[in-house]
């Protein structure tokens, strides 16, 4: 059974929750005649262009452009790290804009991977001068995880679910009380490390941190599920094809949060 999605950038949307193309049962049919059956038949079969409707070649070509934006500007942001800190409060505000905007704009979800590319490359840029080689283990870890997470989808193996939405829902709330709590003590020198309590804390000899990294990437991992969820249930209900930028701004999300997650996750490996 279809559920919601936590993403906001779906969740918002009406034609990712099936609610966004209903029928008006008073609307009249007309029947097309005999000849124009015909010509229907006869012509080519429409595209999403003809048909102005989302497809999912569609949503893999704006998804690309985006990540190509993003790869593209990480690659400055790496050179200069003194840019994370504005290029995250920058792209916290075009996430907001973008989610409560009722219609997706292309440029501002350009935009948004432009800020977040400068960030995570900045970022990436400061990890890798501390833990040598531990973008790449992100990269490829990220990489594998949405290949790994797709694949299982596209084969009917893994679906989202109402119950396992609310653990995930549950779960999340969890992390983020944690997360803040853990960046208060850091605030207020409470916790002096890098990584405050994922790095002090130890259950059974590990660090609190990779148990932490392993669950919030189980979660992107759902996460990515729920976003292809919400995607098909877009193609099904024949949603507009400006609603393909929604679908990429949302895969950016989930796969920016699950590479941050494992680059953190890899960074507390080392300690």
Do not use: H
Not at 4 to 19: C, E, H, I, T, W
Not at 209 to 238: C, Q, W
Not at 245 to 254: E, R
């Amino acid at each position: 059974m279809a559920t919601a999605s936590n993403n906001p950038a779906f969740s918002r949307l009406p034609v990712f929750n099936g609610k966004g193309l209903e029928k008006d049962p008073t609307a009249k049919v007309a029947t097309p005649s005999a000849d124009g059956l015909q010509q229907m038949f006869d012509g080519p079969t429409a595209t999403a262009s003809d048909t102005n409707r989302m497809s999912y070649d569609d949503v893999i070509v704006k998804t690309g452009v985006s990540f190509v934006v993003l790869l593209a500007f990480a690659l400055v942001g790496w050179q200069f790290p003194v840019l994370a800190l504005p290029a995250a409060l920058i792209g916290f505000a075009l996430a907001l804009v973008n989610i409560f905007k009722r219609k997706p704009s292309p440029p501002l979800v350009l935009a948004y991977a432009a800020a977040q590319g400068l960030f995570i490359g900045a970022i990436s840029g400061v990890f890798e001068t501390l833990y040598p080689g531990v973008v790449v283990q992100a990269v490829i870890a990220t990489v594998c995880v949405f290949a790994v997470t797709l694949a299982l989808f596209a084969s009917g193996k893994i679906r989202a679910s109402k119950r396992a939405t609310k653990i995930f829902l549950i779960a999340m709330i969890g992390y983020m009380v944690f997360s803040v709590v853990n960046l208060v003590l850091m605030a207020t020198g409470v916790q002096s490390t890098g990584f405050g309590l994922n790095s002090t804390v130890s259950i059974l000899g590990i660090p609190l941190g990779l148990i932490i990294g392993v669950v919030v990437t189980l979660l992107a991992a759902y996460s990515l599920v729920l976003d292809f969820d919400d995607i098909k249930r877009g193609v099904t209900a024949g949603a507009p094809r400006i609603y393909g930028w929604s679908a990429a701004f949302g895969l950016i999300v989930t796969v920016v949060w699950l590479y941050l997650t494992l680059l953190r996750t890899f960074a507390i490996a080392r300690n």
